[in-house]
């Protein structure tokens, strides 16, 4: 049996524990927008959560996975693509008794990166340049038909 959790869920500054239901062994999938403060997902009788692509999961405090010797919790992407799960600034993750494949990643969320300024190209620079030159004679100083040359005091 598959259990789903998803949709858009912002919990603030509590903490959601998902954990063994009613079957065990049955699989958990995590999908749609989630935002907790802290997030453990437990298992003794080594559930797997399965993590769809596309999941947006952050967390903001503590992410704890943990399962039990002998049986341990699996996390695992769905598909076999890469998953990441957002981890708040100072966050800390905290696995014991996991199976946690290279394909389910946790790590800071995504950044917020400077935007481009834009610059000339080679064709627009030898437009202005021109243009440039022309503002630079204009502010010249100008010849009135003086001789400059003899200087007298």
Known sequence: MTREIGGS????????ELRDGR???????L???LVVQNLTIKS?????FVLPVGANITVLGTLTVEGVPGQPVV?????GTAVLINLGPGATV???NATVPATVQTGAGPSVSAAAIPTL????LMLLSPAHGTGALASAPRCTGVNH???RP
């Open 31 to 33: 999908s749609g927008t």
């Open 75 to 79: 996390l695992q992407a769905a598909s």
């Open 121 to 124: 190209n080679e064709y627009g």
């Open 94 to 96: 905290v696995r014991t």
């Open 44 to 48: 003794s009788t080594g559930r797997t």
């Open 9 to 16: 869920l912002n919990a603030g500054n509590n903490t959601i």
């Open 23 to 29: 079957d065990p062994g049955s699989t958990s999938q």
């Open 149 to 151: 040359s003899t200087f």
